[in-house]
């Protein structure tokens, strides 16, 4: 494994949405994203899943209150807890998730990724 740059590696895409792999840990993957607009409502039954920002605002929505998030911040939304992430203008992201972890969680629609690219 060579070392990752991260502003390098977000320069190699401009899909949103659309997470790429950079990076395996542990039977985790490491994960760049980038968001605009807003994503839907899902759970992941069995995995946390952790947001860090890297660049830009992240909303996440929770069932019973917000959470914003500004660059060099995170979040991890447990196990079972229904999330809408959005972002008014686009941002970068970066996400530590078990290699199960499907990006739309329990619903499957336009915006699922089933096989995920390395970068």
Same mark, same amino acid.
């Given at each position: 494994m060579d070392k990752v740059? !991260?502003?390098q590696k977000f320069g190699l895409f401009v899909d949103t949405w659309n997470p790429k792999?950079?990076?395996e840990l542990n039977n985790n993957y490491v994960?760049?994203?980038k968001f605009k607009g807003e994503f839907v409502w899902h759970k992941h039954e069995d995995e946390d899943e952790m947001f860090l920002v890297i660049k830009g605002?992240? !909303?996440i929505k929770l069932r019973d209150r917000d959470v914003n998030l500004s660059e060099g911040?995170?979040?991890i939304v447990p196990k079972g807890m229904e999330h809408l992430p959005i972002a008014q203008e686009e941002v970068h992201v970066v996400l530590f998730e078990p290699k199960s972890v499907l990006n739309t969680g329990d619903k499957k629609n336009s915006k699922t990724v089933e096989k995920l690219k390395w970068i």
């Open positions: 740059n !991260l502003k792999i950079v990076g994960k760049l994203a605002q992240l !909303l911040e995170f979040f």
